[in-house]
Structures are given as structure tokens and as C-alpha cells.
């Protein structure tokens, strides 16, 4: 996606904004449906075809007000400290654990929906049980989460590799972020807790296979010790850090122009569709240290003027034809699970490997022949960590990931630096004798006159 193009699309979704709030006044929230979402993350025919579906449902019409966020943190700061009445949101799993904590989302009314056409049961039970690791630790907040949640796309984080330039067995291992091989050619998410949640798994690999330590524990109960231990991986590679990115490392990678990208798996798909038209290989691989598996979900949050539209929406997101038509558009995995999708994922002449899909799908979905890419096997997920929420050590962390982009000027871009200062310099210096010598040949000329 093109940097101006987010840009745009911000600016106008600010506007969008703007005037609705001015405008709210007008709105019948009885009949409205404000849906904030990530940008980029529906099939918008799937969006535009709710209304309908809603009035056959219910017989009422609803509005669908569709808005969209770049970053979780903003989107919480609108309900939080705003106070926005949204009716449906799609938080990471880290967000909804903070939400859930600070009691700002309220239960899904699946009361609502009759029987004929309930769809949430199509949620795989792989990713509620996920979500249950979410629930406040309180002992008076004990919550059933898949009662506030339903989930929609899930992934991995690996790397998304050009072959051209690097070799598979050296990237089974995070330790290929300060592979000095790969000197300036590789991009790194713009995300402290997803960095974070993958190199700790490096950091005690070896307290891993001692038993001493579980990777979800690893993850969950972040020390200033295991901090420090991230902190010195990331320093050490700051010389084959070229970038740090969000969203245009992976439309670098489709052109060649970068080696290893640090990537969600989601991300990772499209790459390797979008390189292929370009005449460019990708890959995508998870090390052998582990991941974290992440989720997004739909939500309902405590100021919401709709619940009702809202409880039937989320359903709807929950079918699983809806499910494969946003997965098709967007790229990314659902985590709806029925027969529907396995057999939409199973393309034995698309994918000669068949891999374990049991933990998703159950025991007929041993030997799929699905994209790895996105339905990693087993022993991915095995080794896989659920990311939470720092809570009390989120300052720290974010002076942690500060630190180390502030002191991630390879020696590469150190010289290009210098370079452009001296030849400024030289320019500057240059100029002013120039000027000089015109100035005294005009004296000069003045003086014969």
C-alpha cells in the first residue's frame, strides 16, 4: 500500500469523522450501526450486504457507519477516555484483555440471534480457548471471555524471506536478526509487543529446553531482566536493521528491494501473491524458537447504543460464507472453523505438502493440503505463545523499544550520513568562493571604470 495513499485515507476517514460528530445530533441510533474496524479488513460487499440481511432477519432497517484505525491504542483511547459509542469494534488480543480488565466491554446478547440462524458456535473452539487466557486474573472478575468476544482473523509472526538472497536454514532460528550477512537488508515490525513476544523465545531458548520455563509464561510475565535481554538482541542488530515498518515492508519485499522482513503471517500472504506477478520468490517461515499467535476480535463495547444490531452483525461476520470472502479479500486467516472453510482451505493440487490442521479443525483435519502460510501444521501452533497485555510494564517497554530505534543507525547510514553532510559542507564552502570571486572581479571591474 502506498505511504501517500494511507495518508489520503486517513485525512479522510478524519473527516468522516469530524462531521459525523457534528452531525450526530441527526442520527436515530435505534437504526444505526457504528462499526469501528482496522483499515483494509472486510470484504466491503460482505459489509454492504448487512443491512439487508438485518431487515430479513429482524424486520427493522439499520445504517451501517463504517470507520476505520490504524493502531489498537488509538482506537481504546477513543472509548476509554472518549467515551465513543461505538457499536462494534475488532481489538488484538492484548486490547481486549485491557478492555476486559478495565471493564469496558459488555457481553455479546447471542440470546438475540434465533437458533435457525446462529452462527457463533462456528468460532473454533482452538481460538476460544485462547481467548479464555485473556480473562482478569481477579478473583472478582471471573469471566467467561468467549462471552464477550468472538473471534475473526488470527496469524503468525515469522520471517517473510526473499531465497534469492537468503538462505532457508539460516533463518530457522530469530538469531538471523544480527546475522551480519544480512547488513541493512532487513525490515523490522513497528511493534514493540509483537518483537518482543518473538524474541524472549529467543532469548531463553535454552531455559525452554531445560523445562525451566514455558514460552506462554515467557510471554505473559514480562521482567525487567527479560526486557534487558530483548533490548541487547535488538541493539546488536541495529546494523542489519534497515527499517522499522508497519505497513510498506511488505510491499518493499514484492519488489526485491529488501532480503528478510520481520512479518505477520497475514502480511506474509499477500507479499508472496503480489512478488509472484512482480517475478519475485517469497517465503515464509517461523523459527524454531516460536511465535506468537495472534487474534483479533469482535467486540461490543460498554457505551454502545446498539446491541442489538451489534449482537447480529458480529453473527453474521461468524458465517461461514462471510468468513471466506473476507479472507479472500483481505488475505488473512478466520477463525471461523466448519466443514465450509476446511474444505475451501484444502487445494491438494495448489498444496502437494498436506499438514496437520487437527488443532483448528479437528480430528478429520490431519492431513490438509492448505497454504502453510496461513494454516501453519501442529508443531507450529505447538510452539506457538498467546501476546498479552504489558499492563504495568508498558512505560518501560516503550522506553525500551525508544531506546533502541533511537540507537538503530547502522554504520551504513552512519556513512551515508556523513557523506551528505560533507558534501554539503563542500557545497556551502564552494558557494561562498564563488561569490567571493565575483564579488572582487566586480570591484575589480568598478575600479577600471
Not at 483435519?365 to 502460510?373: D, I, L, P, S, Y
Amino acid at each position: 500500500m502506498k505511504i501517500g495513499y494511507i495518508k489520503m485515507k486517513k485525512i479522510f476517514s478524519f473527516v468522516l469523522v469530524a462531521m459525523f460528530a457534528m452531525s450526530s445530533f441527526a442520527i436515530d441510533r435505534a437504526h444505526t450501526l457504528k462499526v469501528y474496524n482496522w483499515a483494509d479488513y472486510i470484504d466491503e460487499e460482505v459489509l454492504n450486504s448487512f443491512p439487508e440481511w438485518y431487515e430479513q432477519m429482524t424486520g427493522e432497517k439499520v445504517e451501517v457507519i463504517y470507520q476505520t484505525f490504524d493502531i489498537n491504542e488509538s482506537m481504546l483511547t477513543e472509548i476509554e477516555v472518549g467515551h465513543e459509542d461505538y457499536d462494534v469494534i475488532c481489538p488484538s488480543e492484548y486490547i481486549i484483555e485491557r478492555m476486559l480488565k478495565n471493564k469496558l466491554l459488555q457481553p455479546i446478547r447471542k440470546d438475540l440471534v434465533p437458533a435457525d440462524h446462529y452462527y457463533f458456535n462456528n468460532v473454533a473452539p482452538f481460538a476460544v480457548e485462547k481467548f479464555e487466557q485473556m480473562a482478569p486474573k481477579a478473583a472478582d472478575s471471573a469471566i467467561h471471555v468467549a462471552d464477550y468476544v468472538a473471534g475473526y482473523m488470527w496469524g503468525t509472526t515469522g520471517w517473510l524471506y526473499n531465497p534469492a538472497y537468503v538462505e532457508v536454514d539460516s533463518i530457522r532460528s530469530w538469531s538471523a536478526l544480527t546475522n551480519p550477512k544480512y547488513a541493512n537488508h532487513i525490515f523490522v515490525k513497528d511493534a514493540f509487543r509483537d518483537v518482543y513476544s518473538v524474541l524472549v523465545l529467543y532469548a531463553y531458548k535454552d531455559e525452554i529446553a531445560r523445562g525451566e520455563v514455558t514460552r506462554d509464561e515467557l510471554v505473559q510475565q514480562i521482567t525487567p531482566e527479560r526486557m534487558q535481554r530483548v533490548e541487547d538482541i535488538l541493539i546488536a542488530a541495529k546494523d542489519n536493521i534497515a527499517g522499522w515498518e508497519v505497513d510498506f515492508g511488505k510491499e518493499e519485499m514484492t519488489k526485491g528491494k529488501m532480503w528478510l522482513n520481520l512479518s505477520w503471517s497475514g502480511d506474509a500472504a499477500w507479499a508472496i501473491e503480489q512478488a509472484a506477478e512482480n517475478g519475485v520468490e517469497l517465503g515464509y517461515l517461523v523459527p524454531d524458537e516460536g511465535t506468537n499467535v495472534w487474534f483479533d476480535g469482535w467486540c461490543i463495547p460498554i457505551y454502545a447504543k446498539n446491541v442489538k444490531a451489534a449482537t447480529y452483525f458480529i453473527n453474521y461476520m461468524c458465517r461461514p460464507d462471510n468468513a471466506i470472502r473476507n479472507m479472500e479479500e483481505i488475505g488473512y486467516v478466520s477463525v471461523i472453523a466448519s466443514p465450509e472453510i476446511l474444505d475451501w482451505a484444502n487445494d491438494e493440487e495448489e498444496y502437494a505438502e498436506a499438514v496437520d490442521l487437527s488443532y483448528i479443525f479437528g480430528d478429520e483435519a490431519r492431513a490438509v493440503h492448505a497454504n502453510q502460510v496461513l494454516y501453519p501444521d501442529i508443531s507450529v501452533i505447538e510452539r506457538g505463545a498467546l501476546m498479552h497485555d504489558a499492563a504495568e510494564q508498558t512505560e518501560d517497554m516503550i522506553k525500551m523499544w525508544n531506546r533502541v530505534k533511537g540507537d538503530n543507525l547502522s554504520s551504513t547510514m552512519i556513512v551515508f550520513i556523513v557523506v551528505v553532510f560533507v558534501a554539503l559542507a563542500i557545497f556551502i564552502i564552494l558557494g561562498v568562493i564563488n561569490r567571493r570571486k565575483q564579488q572582487a572581479l566586480q570591484k575589480k571591474h568598478q575600479r577600471k571604470r
